[in-house]
């Protein structure tokens, strides 16, 4: 079983929905076979969840690394990606003294986010590298 994804989290793998949508998918061509309420039962327990990422997905896909492993970063969580991303590449200093502790990270953040696309994950802004 795959993990359950969630517009609650920070950040989501590509990988993560390709493979949570193909598991879905694969439950209820389960249920479709065995008949009778298996699958009115699946559907009442995932068929919500399945619609969503395949919308997210279908949103998302357009991206040049989607089957690769692309991240989708949760717009409310998009200021502290930035910060992370510019200290894993090298852009800061890890310690932030000064002046580095006076960065304009939510500037920094939008700058950053002119190489990114917004999708909609079941009511939620989500970034994704264009």
Known sequence: MTNTISNSDNVIDSRDVIDRIEYLTSERDDAVEEGGDAIAAWEQEYGDE???????????????????????????YFTQYAEEFANDIGRVNGDMEWPLCHIDWEAAAEDLQQDYTSVDFDGVTYWIRS
């Not at 949103?59 to 690394?65: F, H, L, R, T």
């Open 50 to 76: 399945l619609k969503a990422l395949g919308a997210l997905a279908g949103e998302a896909s357009g991206s040049a690394d989607w089957e690769h492993g692309e991240s989708l970063i949760r717009d409310s």
